[in-house]
């Protein structure tokens, strides 16, 4: 299926060469019909051009014998033949390709193929042109004019194809070659470098410094030659050099993994010393905060005591007035006794005159004179009772006086107290806020502490680190001076130089100094100049 595929394209590409050409099937068949009329200037065009190739020294020296313009003028006129019959088929692509590889082993330049094209041309053309003006083959009409007009255009376009496709072949044939030849070309090459520059690869390989490049290389490589023989030389003296500084660097590799080890046992004590202090400081913080605690407890109880005492003075303040209001009530009850004694001195005098006016009254005052006698016995016992109670509200007054006095300097003490009360608040207060800020502090202290414990700790760990770090390291020299002394370089001939830098090789030459023939292109990627057709006509001839 895929071959159909293939086949058919390129025979798609045959007919798209002709289409673009505008040589179409009625002009193949104009080409057909009139072919008869063409053989003999096909003839005299190749006469004429045989002529030329044997008297232009440029295509003169492409043959070497008469035979060679024999063979080729048989291959021309059959090719022409068929290409004249404008079928385009396996006959032709035959023609094609056998004279394309005929005129590629001679030598012949493709632009003689295309200047013969070029004269049978010109006396095809010429030959159907004097024809349309004879008197005897082609009649001298319009109709007729138009015919030779198409068949010089055919003419035209079928060479035009037919060029394009031996030029193509060509090409394509000269790309090939020129493959072949850079691929020789890059074998030979890489034999050649393989031949200057593997002696010193496999010495190399092998550890070898002393082996160089030969002294009579081809000039193309005598500058990358020069210069891989210098830097066997430097890295030759590099390695003369490292030995000496390996042993010193061996040494004082071996003094630093002894003092990193110290510095890292120290750092793990100093560590160990700054965590007990840390922790140390860790419970005088918490003892700290529990004496600011207490302090706060004992700030509160004061100032519930404070409270209290403000509240047993403000009792105080009230019993010392209603002791005040009991005095003045003490004087309110001695007015009124004072007024029920008036009274009952106005009653007993008024029962007194009374008895007097019932005594004149005689008989009929009796009842009324023991009325005024019942009335002054009351008036008595009032009077009595009054003072009575006059006395003990002075007794009362007295006492309460005296309680007011005592309540008063009772306030006056709660006072005091009060004060007292409230100077221990303070202090206390003071006291529970330093000690806040000194639990806070103690705790930032702490907190350093451990921070400094913990760099401490960490740097112990790298600093234990560095030490097997620095052991590694110590190793890793005695397996360099190891690996240094594996290499054969020329110790009893040769004296140590001062270090040389690295060694750089120059991927660009001086102008003028030839190089290494420079890997050759490769032109597998171009394009194709047959259009698709030459593996057709490849396919046909088979």
């Keep these: 299926m895929s071959t159909e595929r293939a086949t058919g394209s390129q025979a798609g590409s045959l007919r798209d060469r002709l289409r673009f050409a505008g040589l179409d099937e009625a002009q193949c068949e104009l080409l057909r019909q009139n072919r008869h009329i063409l053989s003999q200037p096909l003839k005299s065009a190749l006469r004429d051009l045989f002529q030329r190739l044997q008297t232009s020294p440029d295509a003169a020296r492409a043959f070497t014998s008469e035979r060679q313009y024999d063979r080729l003028h048989d291959l021309l006129s059959s090719h022409w033949d068929v290409l004249t019959d404008a079928r385009f088929d396996a006959l032709y692509a035959e023609r094609v390709k056998v004279l394309s590889d005929s005129e590629s082993r001679m030598g012949l330049d493709p632009r003689w193929h295309v200047a013969g094209h070029a004269v049978v041309l010109e006396h095809l053309v010429t030959s159907a042109l004097t024809e349309n003006t004879g008197s005897g083959l082609l009649p001298s009409s319009r109709r007729r004019q138009r015919e030779v007009t198409d068949l010089v255009a055919a003419l035209v376009r079928l060479v035009m194809v037919d060029v394009e496709i031996a030029v193509s072949l060509r090409f394509n044939e000269l790309r090939l070659k020129h493959h072949r030849d850079l691929a020789a070309q890059r074998e030979h090459d890489r034999a050649e470098f393989e031949d200057i520059f593997r002696p010193v690869v496999d010495g190399l390989a092998s550890g070898d410094l002393t082996v160089r490049t030969a002294a009579d290389v081809p000039e193309a490589y005598a500058d990358l030659a020069g210069r891989m023989n210098e830097a066997l030389e430097h890295l030759q003296t590099a390695f003369l050099s490292s030995e000496e500084k390996l042993a010193f660097v061996r040494e004082a590799t071996g003094r630093m993994a002894e003092t990193a080890r110290g510095y890292a046992g120290r750092a793990e004590g100093q560590s160990g010393a700054l965590d007990e202090t840390s922790r140390a400081l860790q419970d005088l913080t918490t003892s700290v905060r529990e004496s600011a605690g207490q302090s706060r407890r004992a700030e509160a109880t004061v100032a519930a005591t404070r409270g209290s005492v403000e509240a047993s003075g403000h009792v105080v303040g009230q019993a010392i007035s209603a002791m005040a209001d009991i005095e003045a009530s003490a004087e309110q009850i001695g007015h009124i006794i004072g007024a029920i004694d008036e009274i009952a001195f106005q009653t007993n005098l008024l029962a007194l005159n009374a008895g007097i006016e ?32 006059k006395t003990l509200v002075a007794t009362t007054k007295n006492q309460v006086s005296a309680g007011v006095d005592m309540v008063a300097k009772t306030q006056g003490a709660i006072a005091d107290i009060v004060l007292q009360v409230g100077d221990i608040s303070g202090t206390v207060s003071d006291i529970a806020a330093r000690t806040d800020r000194q639990a806070s502090e103690l705790a930032g202290i702490a907190g350093t502490v451990a921070d400094l414990g913990s760099d401490i700790g960490n740097t112990a760990v790298i600093a234990r680190q560095s030490s097997e770090g620095t052991d590694d390291l110590h190793k890793v020299i005695l397996e360099l001076g190891a690996t240094i002394r594996e290499f054969h370089i020329e110790r009893q001939t040769r004296a140590p130089k001062a270090p040389a830098g690295r060694v750089q090789l120059s991927t660009h030459r001086e102008q003028g100094t030839p190089g290494p023939a420079a890997p050759m292109t490769d032109l597998s990627d171009d394009a194709d100049l047959d259009f698709g057709f030459t593996a057709h006509i490849a396919g046909l001839v088979g």
């Design 358 to 389: 019932a005594a004149r009254a005689g008989d009929s005052g009796r009842g009324f004179a023991v009325v005024a006698q019942e009335v002054r016995a009351l008036a008595q016992r009032s009077a009595d009772a009054a003072r009575e109670i």
